[in-house]
């Protein structure tokens, strides 16, 4: 009878482990800033994210990607959707790498065709 119940606690156990050990390695060491960018000034690139404004650093070594190819700070700009991975920690808040989403899409009003005859 005690074989039987220690197997579930086991189970419990190791399933435990690999939701945490999965959580650790889907960060990959760093934290992100998901949002807008506001602006770049010299090397800081301010993100509107749901929490705030947050400024970081940019280097040399920032790697700037669209999709899987290289993009240039030019392509940072206001309205743009970016994720910045900083290494956990950082208290500088310098960029690893900056992932470049799509802008945000302005609102568009269509046109009913009816309402132009009245």
Known sequence: ???????????????????????????????????????LDNNVLTVKTAKGDVPVTLD??????????PAQTADLKAGVRVVVDIPEGSKTKLAHSVKIGTAAKAATTATDSHDSHK
């Not at 039987?4 to 419990?12: A, E, G, R, S, Y």
């Not at 399933?15 to 807008?36: E, K, P």
């Not at 040399?60 to 190819?69: F, L, P, S």
């Open 1 to 39: 009878m005690k074989r039987h119940m220690k197997q579930p606690l086991n189970t419990i156990i190791i399933s435990v482990l690999l939701a945490c050990a999965a959580q650790v390695f889907a960060h990959g060491g760093f934290d992100h800033v998901t949002g807008t960018v506001v602006k």
């Open 60 to 69: 040399a070594k920032t790697e700037i990607t669209r999709g899987d190819k």
